[in-house]
């Protein structure tokens, strides 16, 4: 393995000296024209369709694409013709091999099948919300996780990523938050199942991806469909001879941005305006006063100490996919084995994933059809506990390491441990092993045409194993005993579903009817071991019974179900008017007795204009078609056995004897628990232009969500923290543009640009009690505003020189951060002055992706933006007026030389926490415009790859995270908010993909 990075230097060298290479061959000099016909992955085309044009002379692609035509005449037109591609012309005026006749798909052809729940539907008979996502986009960024390739190329869908650690994951939400405490995440369906490990799957694996939006879309999936349904579906095998693809990338990653800390010059002069202000300081005279010897030497020498410079190093991305697929008209399989490796920014921060897949399909008669799809994933993953909190606070007036190199566990004689102590020998070891197998079998019988009886069978296991041992000086064991915690979880969930479909044409009426019944069931098995005092570090979390304090060991078992029936009819009259009805009724465990069922129906119209008689004439439109829909969804993502009356275990004892107590848990039962609905209407407008070169979809929704699953706090006196009820209202509305253009499109260069527009309106409308502000888990709600708001004094700036006596009214000084008085009463109190100062989610957001291709060239440049959101940022909020730790650089705090309107004044009296307002300080505009992604490719010509055996052979560069705008200090990447933990990254990547 340590020798992949010279490999891919050797991929570098190969990508520049063929590019520069002059190929050549020679034509023969009879009428004969040979060629081989590929798709755009540089596959073969088997039975394309080539004729002279004008004549019957025409002959058919063999099983590796190639044809031969002996032509009559010269000059003469071929005709490549192929169902689901465009049609192609090619000119010829003399004998010659075409090396590679390239077919594009035909994006715009109406007949395009579109996954929609338990089946599908042609894109032109489509009545939802409904967004595709081309394979080819969701492998143009390599990356571990393939939503965040969707990133700004789905209207209504908003990722970002939760942090830079290895593997990290992605938070998603589909047109806005609904919910306030249950879960607001969408349902993720591979292959017609439920799998919430989307990470789990290769991109490179997946044929397919559509995000339903609108709850004509949803409603078949009843409560699971509430945030709204991302479908994937992956490669199946084609008959033919085998194919063989094979894709490896190798990749450097490092901070994308990162606030710098106080350097030793800055942090003396910070600490020295403390003094001052307090009068212990006057001049470098005192600085005796106010340092210790130790950091008196410091200052002397110059010695300053970037912990975080030292913690933050370079990571490492690598990748390994291997695919093959082929079979008979009887069986047909996909193979795939990946290997994916990334280390993270820190030491003991990296992660390990294999992945296996293998899908096959098998017709057993001309009626009977049974296959699988089975998935395996395992997880070798190291964390590490964050040490950028320690690295950003502790004094720069010290080294990490003595005179003699010896590590120094509380630098500078000081009460704050040694950032660098988690990485000492035997000091800490996080280790989670993850294994989550995902079979699937079903069963399709079509006894008569038009009817197909379906039966789908899904196991998903999984098990995990958390292994953490943190010795007694790591960073937040700090001096206490060691403690070493082992976690296990086993997980077994199976899905069974029964579908029929019948399809039938009577005239100009087109009928399409589905019945489902569907049984979802889950259950958790997990258990934690934990222990003090450990004899050997070097045994970690492997020996607890060596530990010789505080053994503790616990146990739980969680089991829920869901049993589910719906029925869907679709209608079309002569393909002009399209009708879509949906019912589902759902049953689920967790709800109460008596609540547990639920309906949901929804109902869907569609009009194609462009076909009406009145268009036939006009040659502007080739797509128009206007849709509207309504419908009710559920929620039931709440904490299994809410409704129910639980105990848990609390120390006790009977003198030195201990004995059995328990006690009520924190939460109280609710025997009347119910259903979350949410209620949305869509109209939909999809259009094209100028013979499809311009196409879109203009998307406008208005979701209202009542019986909100809110956790409602209740007093001490009745000896619980909180009870879920049914409770309050939030509502979204919002606009989604669509904008997809061929400016340029001919035989040497290709540019094809896509914008995806966002403007989501979220709201809470209504609370417990007709309150207007709760607090709910360190968190305000605010009723008119989103769900994810910041509640808190407006800051309007630093009292000034000259306004000393209004500042003294609210008991202030010059220097001091002054708020607004929202009542006029001229006091501030946090019942009467606290207001909405911003939120979390955006105003708006955009993407645009741009694919250009000239020769044997591509590029991709991808834009991201998300504009109008704020951010509480920890960066800022860690300033520290005692200058006691260290605080952020480039902040320009108050002084009576430097009046800042910014930053109060440092006072060695104050500390962070006593100092009025402090939290005010943290807000900032987290706005920002990101280059995403750029790519780079060059695809070698086939009179190279052709020699060696390859169907094709492409090289690649690509960069992630290569440029930013926002106005955050440093450059700091507000994508995944305030968080100083594990910074994003910026990702340089080489690449390679080979088709045999």
């Not at 146990?555 to 008017?577: M, W």
């Not at 109460?592 to 929804?602: E, L, M, Q, Y």
């Not at 920890?874 to 200058?883: K, S, V």
């Not at 108050?894 to 307002?917: F, I, V």
Request: hydrophobic letters at 35%; aromatic letters at 10%; a neutral charge.
């Amino acid at each position: 393995m340590m020798q992949l990075p010279k490999r891919i230097s050797h991929f570098f060298i190969l990508f520049f000296c063929l590019i520069g290479a002059n190929l050549s061959f020679a034509y023969g000099q009879n009428k004969t024209v040979t060629g081989k016909v590929v798709d755009k992955e540089g596959l073969p085309l088997i039975a394309v369709s080539v004729l002279v044009k004008g004549t019957n002379l025409g002959t058919s692609t063999n099983n590796q694409g190639e044809f031969s035509l002996n032509l009559t005449a010269m000059p003469s037109t071929l005709v490549f013709n192929y169902v689901g591609y465009k049609t192609l012309e090619i000119a010829v005026d003399e004998p010659k091999q075409l090396t590679r006749v390239i077919l594009e798909e035909d994006a715009t052809n109406l007949d395009e099948v579109v996954v929609i729940g338990y089946g599908t539907v042609k894109k032109r008979d489509l009545t939802g919300a409904v967004t595709s996502v081309a394979r080819e986009e969701l492998t143009k960024l390599p990356t571990t996780n393939v939503m965040e390739s969707v990133q700004g190329k789905a209207p209504g869908v908003d990722i970002v990523r939760q942090s830079g650690s290895a593997t990290s994951g992605v938070s998603i939400t589909v047109r806005g938050n609904r919910s306030i405490t249950a879960g607001n995440g969408p349902l993720f369906i591979v292959d017609g199942m439920q799998y919430s490990s989307i990470q789990d799957i290769n991109p490179n694996d997946i044929e397919s991806m559509e995000v339903l939006k609108d709850a004509s879309s949803t409603a078949i999936y009843g409560s699971r469909g509430a945030n709204g349904v991302i479908i994937v579906t992956t490669k199946r095998g084609v008959s033919g001879a085998p194919k063989v693809s094979f894709n490896a990338y190798y990749g450097v990653q490092n901070v994308a941005g990162y606030p710098r800390v106080m350097n030793g010059q800055e942090y003396v002069t910070l600490r020295r305006e403390a003094y001052r202000t307090t009068g212990v300081w006057n001049s470098p005279a005192d600085d005796a006063k106010i340092f210790s010897n130790e950091q008196l030497g410091f200052i002397q020498n110059n010695t300053s100490t970037d912990y975080a410079d030292m913690l933050l190093g370079t990571g490492h991305q690598q990748d390994y996919q291997l695919n093959i697929s082929g079979g008979t008209e009887k069986l047909k399989s996909y193979f795939s084995l990946d290997f994916f490796n990334e280390k993270g920014l820190f030491a003991m921060d990296d992660a390990k994933r294999y992945t296996a897949r293998l899908n096959l399909d098998y017709q057993v008669t001309g009626t009977l059809k049974v296959g699988t799809q089975t998935q395996l994933t395992y997880y070798d993953q190291n964390k590490r506990a964050d040490p950028l909190n320690q690295a950003n606070k502790i004094s720069p007036l010290n080294t990490p390491f003595d005179a003699e190199g010896n590590y120094v566990i509380y630098p500078g004689q000081g009460g704050a441990i040694n950032p660098l102590a988690d990485e000492q020998a035997g000091n800490y070891k996080n280790n989670v092993k993850t294994l989550r197998v995902f079979p699937t079998v079903f069963a399709e019988f079509k006894p008569i045409e038009g009817l197909s009886i379906r039966g789908n069978f899904a196991v998903n296991l999984s098990n995990l194993r958390d292994g953490l041992y943190e010795g007694s000086y790591s960073i937040r064991r700090n001096g206490a005993n060691s403690r070493a915690t082992y976690v296990t979880n086993n997980g077994l969930g199976y899905n069974w579903q029964a579908i029929v479909n019948y399809q039938k044409t009577f005239g100009a009426h087109d009928f399409s009817i589905t019945g489902i019944s569907e049984y979802l069931y889950n259950d958790s098995e997990n258990a934690t071991a934990q222990g003090e005092n450990q004899l050997l570090d070097n045994n970690f979390f492997y020996n607890l019974g060596s530990n010789t304090q505080n053994l503790a060991i616990t146990s739980a078992y969680t089991e829920t179900k869901l049993l589910s029936y719906a029925a869907r009819v679709n209608y079309g009259y002569k393909g002009r008017y399209l009708l879509t009805l949906t019912a589902r009724t759902d049953g689920a465990s967790q709800l109460a007795v008596g609540n547990k069922w639920d309906f949901f129906p929804s109902v869907a119209g569609a009009w194609r204009i462009v076909d009406e008689g009145f268009m036939k004439e006009q040659s502007l439109f080739s797509d128009l078609k206007l849709r509207a829909s309504y419908g009710v969804s559920g929620n039931s993502s709440v904490v299994a056995y809410s409704s129910q009356s639980t105990l848990t275990r609390i120390p006790f004892a009977y003198g030195d004897a201990s004995a059995p107590g328990y006690g009520f848990p924190n939460n109280s039962r609710n025997p009347q628990l119910g259903w979350e609905k949410s209620a949305n209407t869509n109209i939909g407008l999809d259009f094209g232009l100028f013979k499809g070169r311009l196409n879109g979809t203009l998307e406008l929704y208005h979701t209202s969500t009542s019986d909100l699953l809110l956790d409602r706090i209740l007093p001490p006196t009745s000896g619980y923290s909180f009870v879920t009820q049914n409770i309050g209202k939030t509502a979204n509305k919002g606009i989604e543009f669509m904008l997809n253009a061929a400016p340029i499109s001919n035989a040497q260069f290709k540019w094809n640009s896509t914008v995806s527009f966002t403007k989501n309106i979220e709201k809470v409308k209504e609370l417990i009690d007709n309150q207007d502000v709760i607090s709910l888990d360190g968190r305000y709600v605010v009723v008119g505003y989103p769900v994810n708001s910041y509640f808190d004094y407006e800051k309007l700036g630093i009292w000034q020189l000259g306004e000393e006596d209004l500042a003294n009214q609210y008991g202030q000084k010059p220097g001091d951060i002054r708020v607004k008085d929202q009542n006029g009463d001229n006091v501030i109190t946090a019942d009467g002055d606290r207001i909405v100062v911003g939120s979390q989610v955006p105003k708006w957001s955009l993407g645009w992706n741009n694919d250009f291709s000239y020769k044997n060239f591509d590029l991709n440049v991808n834009i991201f933006a998300r504009i109008g959101q704020m951010i509480n940022a920890n960066y800022l909020t860690r300033y520290d007026p005692q200058a006691a730790e260290n605080s952020t650089a480039d902040i320009g705090y108050w002084t009576p030389e430097n009046p800042s309107n910014e930053w109060p004044r440092p006072n060695a009296n104050l500390s962070r926490t006593s100092m009025l307002y402090t939290s005010t300080l943290g807000y900032t505009d987290g706005s920002f415009v990101k280059l995403r992604n750029v790519t780079l490719g060059y695809t070698l010509p086939a009179s190279v790859t052709d020699k060696w055996g390859l169907a094709k052979l492409k090289v690649y560069v690509s960069g992630r995270n290569l440029a930013m705008w926002s106005k955050t200090i440093n450059g700091y990447d507000p994508e995944r908010g305030g968080s100083e933990s594990a910074p994003l990254t910026r990702l340089i990547v080489a690449g390679i993909n080979v088709n045999f």
